[in-house]
Antibody, heavy 118, light 107 residues
Framework: QVQLQESGPGLVEPSETLSLTCSVS????????WSWIRRPPGRALEWIGF???????NYNPSLKSRVTFSGDTSKNQLSLRLSSVIAADTAVYYC????????????WGQGILVTVSS | DIHMTQSPSTLSASVGDRVTITCRAS??????LAWYQQKPGRAPKLLIF???TLESGVPSRFSGSGSGTEFTLTISSLQPDDFATYYC?????????FGQGTKLQIK
């Protein structure tokens, strides 16, 4: 059974960097593609990007200049960094496993609410 | 970006009802569509991919159909566990995008 769990600060100040971790169990992050997805309050889910460990990444053009994905195989964790955050980055952030690059998502974490506010 | 529009936004129904949710794409996405179910505080759950393929373990009362720009998710006989929010997602091109969701509530 694949399980994903997001963690990180629930409050980030404007202009700072949002950093989240996704702990994966039941599968290796060296396999499959992995994604981060977010849902701002009252809005649709927004795909942030795909990553394949030590392989290509593909970011949403709307966020590409501010996003960095990484992975730590020793901890089996994924990481998201989003720089220069603004209030519009307030959202529930999810990590998810994809069946392939540019694909659908078969396992998701429960999500973590991150609020951007001073 | 391809825009996904779901209808209705909210749907009230009773246990045993047959319900249909529609998802429309702003341009053709062939069969590159998935459906998800989400309950409050829980992870989204994959129900259907490639427009009509049922994910393993998902009850057969769920079905998907459509191609091109119009798709439907049908629940043949609502069960108490089915009251949740449903989302569609295309994966035809980057970036993939999602519908805004349909909340299925008890009448």
């Amino acid at each position: 059974q694949v399980q994903l769990q997001e963690s990180g600060p629930g409050l980030v100040e404007p202009s700072e960097t949002l950093s989240l971790t996704c702990s994966v169990s039941g599968d290796s992050i060296s396999s499959y593609y992995w994604s981060w997805i977010r849902r701002p309050p009252g809005r649709a889910l927004e795909w942030i990007g795909f990553m394949y460990h030590n392989g290509p990444t593909n970011y949403n053009p709307s966020l590409k200049s501010r996003v960095t994905f990484s992975g730590d195989t020793s901890k089996n964790q994924l990481s998201l960094r989003l720089s220069s955050v603004i209030a519009a980055d307030t959202a529930v952030y999810y990590c998810a496993r994809a069946r392939g690059s540019g694909s659908y998502f078969d396992y998701w974490g429960q999500g973590i609410l991150v609020t951007v506010s001073s | 970006d391809i825009h996904m529009t779901q209808s209705p936004s909210t749907l009230s129904a009773s246990v045993g009802d047959r319900v249909t949710i529609t998802c429309r794409a702003s341009q053709s996405i062939s069969l590159w569509l998935a459906w998800y179910q989400q309950k409050p505080g829980r992870a989204p759950k994959l129900l259907i991919f490639d427009a009509s393929t049922l994910e393993s373990g998902v009850p057969s009362r769920f079905s998907g159909s459509g191609s091109g720009t119009e798709f439907t998710l049908t629940i043949s006989s609502l069960q108490p566990d089915d009251f949740a929010t449903y989302y569609c997602q295309h994966y035809k091109t980057f970036p993939c995008t999602f519908g805004q969701g349909t909340k299925l509530q008890i009448k």
